[in-house]
């Protein structure tokens, strides 16, 4: 028996172990610019966007000090923070470079704008935008025909300074 998610359903957050709370916050509260919704004394922090109750848990419950996870072993990519505007990533990857914070990558989907980089636990990291759906690459039977072309980030921090 086939079973379709009702189309309202949505990731609702991600939970990750980190090795040093401190840190971790460092870059999602400090640099990306989450609100710390609460904390669990030293070991846990949740952390949103826009009030909600957390979008990102980071926990050392059995992580604390421990090494990066090997790059070639199963787990999670990334994790993806959807902005809702082209001129939003504009602005974190501004602050990013300001803050000298290597990016990963970059790429333009046909479908998003990416930027890629690393937590301090070398947790992926995408921050992205969608383009609006009319403007999706699809082929000539109506299938989306996702890419990954070069994103020029000159030309994305040109949104800055675009009027309101």
Known sequence: ???????????????????????????????????????????????????????IGLNTWYSKDAEPAPIYAPGLFHTAILYPTRRDLAIILKRLQEARYPLTGAADHGVSEALYLDDPDGNGVELYWDKPKEQWPMDAEGNLQMVTEHLDLTNLLQEINKPL
């Open 1 to 55: 028996m086939s079973y379709s998610l009702p189309p309202q359903t949505r990731i609702g957050h991600v939970h990750l172990k980190v090795s040093d709370l401190e840190r971790s916050l460092a870059f999602y509260h400090e640099l990306l610019g989450f609100s710390i919704t609460q904390r669990y004394g030293s070991q846990a922090v949740f952390v949103s966007a826009g009030g909600y109750h957390h979008h």
